[in-house]
């Protein structure tokens, strides 16, 4: 029976968050040992939170990273059969309170609108040489935009190495009106049940952000040997590392802060361009998400936020 118990207590987390809350723990270590010189021990008091939560703002982290490390620290509690209150005190939701208001005046991570798209689309002619290059790359830049892709679903990563985009699992309508993408798995599909998505061509006179275009191009010059979607000319995978890095010397082509851009801008880039023309369930649906969270993708546009009187007098 105990067995049992150890059992489904190791299943109640997901894989993803069991690595999260690994590398939370191993974090937290390496601050008690500098902190105290000695591993840390458990119970942990409220006072050691609150130094742990002054520590990770000084890092520069987010009140989300933030929440991340306390419930990977209360987890870590109730698992060894303490109480998981110090985590939750009084104190320590003040100093997230002021995490939050500070870390709103920092640089935040900026989303790509279509017009950034094309720029980026035309940039990449500058930065590589090889055809087979400059479209494998606008093929990704415009699947990861329009799909509402996480960087983990359509490159490689340590993290998640079974989350493989591979060629099977693309197919091209023979009209060149969608193209179909099977993800296998991903954040908010644990147990690998796998979702089709269906992204469809670009009107016409926009051919060049076209993702059906863009995808045909590729697949053109990749061939259609077995094995991952994305890869270069030699055959290895394009990493989420490597995808990072070549997107932020784009943006620095196209004349915008290479800090404040990040591959998660082309999700939240393809949210804010969908939001207002698609209902909300719809949008979760494409996007894929389980929650409200989807609202905080959306960026609205300054002259959405200043044309609405307007819209309110207007059948005055």
Same mark, same amino acid.
């Given at each position: 029976m105990r067995a049992e118990k150890q059992r489904l207590r190791s299943k109640a987390l997901a894989p993803n968050t069991r690595k999260l809350y690994a590398a939370? *723990?191993?974090a937290f270590k390496r601050f008690y040992i500098s902190l105290y010189a000695r591993p840390p021990h458990l119970p942990i008091s409220v006072s050691v939170i609150e130094y742990y939560v002054a520590h990770l703002s000084q890092l520069g982290k987010s009140v989300e990273t933030a929440r991340v490390h306390l419930s990977a620290l209360a987890h870590r509690l109730r698992s060894k059969g303490y109480s998981a209150r110090c985590v939750h005190a009084h104190k320590v939701k003040e100093l997230l309170r002021g995490l939050r208001r500070t870390s709103a005046h920092r640089g935040t991570r900026k989303h790509f609108t279509v017009h950034y798209m094309s720029l980026l689309c035309t940039a990449v002619a500058s930065l590589f040489t090889s055809l087979y290059d400059i479209a494998l790359f606008r093929c990704m830049l415009l699947t990861a935009f329009f799909a509402l892709l996480r960087?983990? #679903? /359509? =490159? &490689? !990563?340590?993290?998640? %190495?079974?989350?493989k985009l591979l060629l099977k699992h693309v197919r091209v309508a023979t009209n060149a009106s969608h193209v179909q993408l099977f993800i296998q798995s991903s954040k908010t599909d644990q147990f690998s049940q796998g979702v089709t998505l269906y992204i469809g061509s670009a009107g016409i006179g926009h051919t060049h952000l076209c993702p059906v275009r863009a995808m045909m191009q590729y697949i053109k010059y990749r061939g259609h040997s077995k094995g991952v979607l994305f890869q270069w000319q030699s055959g290895r995978a394009v990493s989420a590392t490597c995808f990072s890095r070549i997107l932020k010397q784009l943006v620095g082509l196209?004349?915008?802060?290479?800090?404040? /851009?990040? %591959?998660?801008?082309?999700?939240? +880039? +393809? $949210? !804010?361009?969908? =939001?207002?023309?698609? %209902? &909300? *369930?719809?949008?979760?649906?494409? +996007?894929? *998400?389980?929650?409200? $969270?989807? #609202?905080? /993708?959306?960026?609205? %546009?300054?002259?959405?936020? &200043?044309? /609405?009187?307007? #819209?309110? &007098?207007? +059948?005055?």
């Open positions: 939370a *723990w191993k960087v983990s #679903e /359509y =490159a &490689t !990563t340590h993290h998640s %190495p079974h989350r196209i004349k915008l802060d290479k800090k404040l /851009y990040t %591959p998660h801008s082309l999700r939240s +880039g +393809g $949210c !804010t361009a969908l =939001a207002g023309k698609v %209902p &909300t *369930w719809k949008l979760k649906a494409i +996007g894929r *998400w389980r929650s409200s $969270c989807v #609202e905080r /993708y959306i960026r609205i %546009p300054r002259r959405e936020l &200043t044309s /609405y009187v307007r #819209e309110m &007098t207007s +059948g005055f």
